[in-house]
Nanobody, 115 residues
Framework: QVQLVESGGGLVQYGGSLRLSCAAS????????MHWYRHVPGKEREWVAA???????NYADSVKDRFTISRDNTKNTMYLQMNSLKPEDTAVYYC?????????WGEGTLVTVSS
């Protein structure tokens, strides 16, 4: 399994921006899908965005026009650019690599958006 490490979280004000990174221990070139999820205590883990090996992206409705997912296969890294952040975006954000038959998760990075 590939090891994943998220980074880039922090405290931002309403309307601010953050760029999250997900660094993989090995090649992500052939990983069919990579995802960002987020989780708030007391709520179900929420799918945020996905990107295919070819770069096709999909987003949850709650972030569709504000977040951008991308991947750089040469750097073995996936990104999530988050703009126009809202307090409801506050969560621990997790990176996921979906191989179909298996998956890998990072430990998460905390994003806090103040009102």
């Amino acid at each position: 399994q590939v090891q994943l490490v998220e980074s880039g979280g922090g405290l931002v004000q309403y309307g601010g921006s953050l760029r999250l990174s997900c660094a993989a221990s090995g090649s992500i070139f052939s990983i069919p899908y990579m995802h960002w999820y987020r989780h708030v205590p007391g709520k179900e883990r929420e799918w945020v965005a996905a990107i295919t090996s070819g770069g096709s992206a999909n987003y949850a409705d709650s972030v569709k026009d504000r977040f951008t997912i991308s991947r750089d296969n040469t750097k073995n890294t996936m990104y999530l650019q988050m703009n126009s952040l809202k307090p409801e975006d506050t969560a621990v954000y997790y990176c996921n690599a979906d191989f179909g038959t298996s998956s890998s998760w990072g430990e998460g990075t905390l994003v806090t958006v103040s009102s």
